[in-house]
């Protein structure tokens, strides 16, 4: 073998262990890239889901307190006027006036009957004896507060969360219920404010699952329950956090956010798509896998004129 055929097997050889390191290098710099970016997505996505989450709460703490302060008046009402139902009347309408979420305020006697009602007099006397927020403040143990599932009001005619309060005599004397029935719609109309992305949620959950408030397709949504799931399980571990799972109303991958509200049995959180927060990774992934393609192209097309040049001079040569 002459001098020039060893050289260029030496070369050929020593140009593509150099190649093999640099194409191995671009590859990995690539990956580590992508890594990188899904990263930072996720960190970002973390970052606005908790931020939603905790503006839901704060928004979901000051309606809740001015349907317990409303509560509280409904109270004060019936023990300082009370069971006539003309003179408790015009109260219920002047707490309702300065309200906005509120879409009836009431009081339903110990009987069952709804005695008093911001609808006006003939609103009085409807049965509600078998309506869940009543029988639940028929059990003294039970806590004070009690929150409904979204239903149709029989009264109001429209959708509505109740937020009851037993009421009692001074004396401890089980009277009735102070009832402020508020409409979840309006706080679907708040979620709907806010940027989620295509198949991004905020939601308000009760304890026992039932879903409160939603956007999207809120009315599709109300009263749902999603109890037993793995995003129930999560939800109820903590005050707050985070986590990854799917809807168990419609399969979709989302990242969850969420915070229990102080002071009240309901849970305020979000979801952002998996799909819509990594939406651009794709579009960067196919940039940084272009990078290494282009590396080895690159390499062989300059291995190739190499190997050509060192034909070249052996044939002279011979």
Do not use: C
């Amino acid at each position: 073998m002459s001098n020039t055929s060893k050289q260029a097997r030496f070369l050929a050889l020593a140009y593509g262990f150099t190649a093999f390191i640099i194409v191995t290098i671009a590859v990995g710099v690539s990956v580590e890239a992508v890594r990188d970016e899904e990263a930072r997505l996720e960190r970002q996505a973390l970052e606005f889901a908790e931020s939603l989450a905790q503006i839901s709460q704060e928004h979901m703490l000051r309606n809740f307190r001015a349907l317990d302060r409303n509560s509280l008046e409904v109270i004060d009402a019936v023990r300082n006027l009370g069971t006539d139902t003309q003179k408790l009347t015009p109260v219920m309408q002047r707490i309702m006036s300065r309200d906005n979420i509120a879409v009836q305020i009431g009081f339903i006697y110990r009987d069952g009957r709804l005695l008093a009602t911001s609808a006006g007099l003939e609103g009085a006397g409807i049965d509600l004896k078998d309506r869940e927020h009543f029988k639940a403040h028929l059990e003294p143990n039970r806590p004070e507060v009690f929150i409904s599932k979204p239903l149709i009001g029989r009264a109001s005619n429209k959708w509505s969360v109740q937020y009851t309060r037993r009421v009692t005599s001074e004396s401890g004397e089980f009277l009735g219920v102070a009832v402020i029935s508020f409409d979840p719609l309006y706080l679907s109309a708040f979620y709907e404010a806010i940027s989620l992305g295509e198949k991004g949620v905020v939601r308000l959950m009760s304890l026992d699952g039932t879903i409160l408030a939603s956007s999207g397709d809120a009315e599709a949504v109300l009263g749902k329950s999603i109890a037993g799931s793995g995003v129930f399980a999560n939800l109820t571990k903590n005050d707050h956090g985070a986590f990854n799972d799917k809807s168990p109303i419609d399969g979709v991958e989302r990242l969850w956010a969420f915070r229990r509200v102080p002071g009240f049995p309901v849970i305020a959180f979000t979801g952002l798509a998996t799909e819509d927060s990594f939406a651009g990774l794709k579009g960067f992934t196919m940039y940084r896998i272009a990078s290494p393609t282009l590396t080895i192209f690159a390499v062989i097309l300059l291995g190739d004129r190499k190997s050509t040049r060192l034909n070249s001079s052996h044939v002279s040569e011979s």
